[in-house]
């Protein structure tokens, strides 16, 4: 079992003749997920990487049944191309781009609520279940099949959670980066809840930091939770951090929701808050 994506996950890589495309469009199908096409106007009607391309998103859904889009397209052409891959009925959206408008951001969190569909990102490593599909710009060969899953707001430390999975024996169920900007395709709380309902998942790693709401509202779900199963949380950033690198939430807050005050909240609701990465090994070995 997964979240969100699998070995039957059809995915349409939108921009896929752009060389950043090109080059992690190869290492995921090697990876062996499931491109069944590509999207350029320029392009259309040729194989690319051994991929039909289309002149539209709608056009590779009808030829091909694409149900998740990849998008390797520029920042400020990303709102069009989620309202492209949206208005053709895909239902799961992943947005690599770096510095999106946040109005277009806001605007495509509307749009994507409006069609019930899923958006991860922007500014993430995108979404991997290893074995099955990648989508995303996740390094080769670090993945490992088992039974944790983790969400992440850093991709590095998406990257050292996977090793110390690894190193833990215990593999992932499907790793998530929610996105390094402001605000998120998807949040926390969502992601939880999926690896709950994932009977592969046995426990949930959740790296968060300071700025914003994601963290706390990860905290009331989960405490709001039964039989919850195993949640290992890191908090990355500083006192002061606020200040330094300028999160405007926590600068209007004038630092009352510090790293610490995330890290109580969590260990309030039940659970494991470990102070450094390299403790992650550890507390795993401890689940195992």
């Known amino acids: 079992m997964s979240i969100l994506v699998n070995s039957s996950t ?31 106007g320029h392009s259309a009607g040729t194989l690319h990487l051994g991929v039909p391309v289309f002149a539209s998103v709608r056009e590779a859904v009808a030829q091909t049944k694409a149900n998740a889009s990849l998008l390797f397209v520029p920042a ?19 947005s690599i781009a770096y510095g999106v408008p946040i109005l277009d951001v806001l605007e495509i969190h509307k749009m994507v609520k409006m069609h019930q569909a899923v958006l991860i990102g922007p500014n993430t490593p995108g979404i991997m279940t290893p074995g099955e599909a990648c989508l995303g710009v996740f390094p080769e060969n670090i993945n490992k099949k088992g039974h944790i899953g983790i969400v992440s707001r850093s991709s590095t430390l998406t990257y050292e959670a996977i090793i110390e999975t690894n190193r833990a024996g215990l ?14 395709g998807c949040h926390f709380d969502e992601i939880i809840d999926l690896f709950h309902k994932d009977d592969e998942t046995k426990a949930i790693i959740l790296i968060g930091g300071l700025g914003g709401a994601y963290e706390e509202q990860a905290a009331a779900y989960y ?21 330094d690198m300028g999160y405007a939430s ?12 995330k890290k109580r909240i969590f260990k309030d609701v ?9 403790d992650l090994h550890h507390i795993l070995a401890q689940i195992k």
């Open 10 to 40: 059809r995915v349409v890589i939108q921009g896929i003749t752009g060389l950043q495309a090109s080059f992690h469009t190869k290492r995921i199908i090697d990876s062996g997920t499931n491109v069944v096409a590509g999207v350029s």
């Open 76 to 94: 400020k052409n990303v709102k069009a191309a989620v309202k492209e891959a949206l208005e053709a009925g895909i239902k799961l959206i992943v």
């Open 171 to 184: 593999g992932q169920s499907t790793v998530i980066g929610i996105g390094d900007d402001m605000i998120a």
């Open 223 to 243: 405490g709001s939770i039964k039989n919850k199963k195993p949640l290992i949380v890191y908090i990355t950033g500083f006192e002061n951090f606020a200040d």
């Open 250 to 261: 926590d600068i209007i807050t004038h630092g009352k929701v510090t790293v610490e005050d």
């Open 270 to 278: 039940g659970a494991r808050v470990i102070e450094s990465i390299d």
